[in-house]
């Protein structure tokens, strides 16, 4: 089974900046569409980005223009860029494969945007 592990969280201020990393323990990024997702307190988790074996990405519209999707596949690592966050952006973030079927989640990275 694949283990996924997320870093790179923080409490940011509105319009800040920050880079999440998922590491996997072994190549799959090469193979599967890989995805950021989201929790925010009370609400279901969302898929916000995506990455598919050949490169093409896509966003959820509430990221579109501020938060970019990418992949090192030879450091088994994907990425999400994240620029000019709002408040809105607060959950806890977690990256997956796009199924069915997923991989066993990690404990994600939490993000929390405030002045």
């Known amino acids: 089974q694949v283990q996924l592990v997320e870093s790179g969280g923080g409490l940011v201020q509105p319009g800040g900046s920050l880079r999440l990393s998922c590491a996997a323990s072994?190549?799959?990024?090469?193979?599967?569409?890989m995805g950021w997702y989201r929790q925010a307190p009370g609400k279901q988790r969302e898929l916000v980005a995506h990455?598919?074996?050949?490169?093409?990405?896509n966003y959820v519209d509430s990221v579109k223009g501020r938060f970019t999707i990418s992949r090192d596949n030879a450091k088994n690592t994907v990425y999400l860029q994240m620029n000019s966050l709002k408040s809105e952006d607060t959950a806890r973030y977690y990256c997956?494969?796009?199924?069915?079927?997923?991989?066993?989640w990690g404990q994600g990275t939490q993000v929390t945007v405030s002045s």
């Open positions: 072994r190549n799959i990024f090469s193979i599967y569409t």
């Open positions: 990455i598919t074996s050949g490169g093409s990405t």
């Open positions: 997956n494969r796009v199924g069915p079927p997923i991989f066993n």
